[in-house]
């Protein structure tokens, strides 16, 4: 690992935003500590107001590596706030994007790093088993796996994982960083600006994040929700950037109607079938909730 404190020889900062991660940041650490490349790195910690005991074992393990920094992200509550003041105390030239439950996979360090090299923007592939079972794990839809998927709505780019993506410090600062008003789907609007700024979204099939998520279904529903209802607000802000979907209200009313029937058969649906079932309606009603919030139409 390369010397945090030498800013000139740094090519990448691993930037790991940290609330209440007492569970998971040590294994995030290990992951992110083992990562071998042939060009001088380090890592800041930006701790989020942590209650528990997050900061502790990352100030323990970080008394046998000077090479991670832990910083103050108190300015606001939020991932937002934590990665926007990570950034700001980045040495490197490109900053890499870890959250505080997930672990890069071996090889991701480099693999990322080398596309930074020749790219503004990258991001990698998603491993949603590695670190999930049951159905809740099952019923996932990985976008992820050979590539990165488009979103549905102007300006119908291509977005990914906040914790999968990597971007040129200087990128990342010109357009302003992730907006500490979103509470969900920050990183997607930040893909949105960058690439509306000319940085092109590159996928690095060779870097993999094995990303951990909770499995109950009420947890499903509430994501699903926040989701839906931030994918609304978003395309109220970039509509101006192209023509709407076609069949916007039709789809709505359809999409209502699978989830009705779903419930009806609620008896009969397997394990995986209820937790797709529950992400149907969250993501319904989170798209009637922003609809009505934020007086636009559906997406």
Known sequence: MGNGGDNNGIRVTVVIPMYNAERTILDTLNGVI???????WDIVVADNKSTDGSRRIVEEFRSGDRSIRLVDAFESQGTPCSINTGVRAASGRSVLFCDSDDI????????????LESHEFVACRMDLESLNAGAGASSRRNAQTEGLGKIGYPPYLLHAGGGTIG???EVFLRVGGYDEKLVYLHDTDFCFKAQLAGAPLHFVNDAVMQVRFRTDLRKTYIQARNWAEYNI????RYRR???PPPNR????YRDGKNVARSFIHWRRLSE??????MWMLGWEVGKLKGIVKYFTPPF
């Open 233 to 236: 607000l978003l395309a109220k």
């Open 104 to 115: 890069p996979a071996p090889g991701w360090l480099a693999a990322m790093g080398d596309a």
């Open 241 to 243: 950037h192209g023509e």
């Open 272 to 277: 995986v079938q209820r937790y797709r079932a």
């Open 249 to 252: 209200w039709r789809r709505l």
């Open 34 to 40: 083992s990562q071998q490349w042939d060009k001088p």
């Open 167 to 169: 971007v040129r410090r």
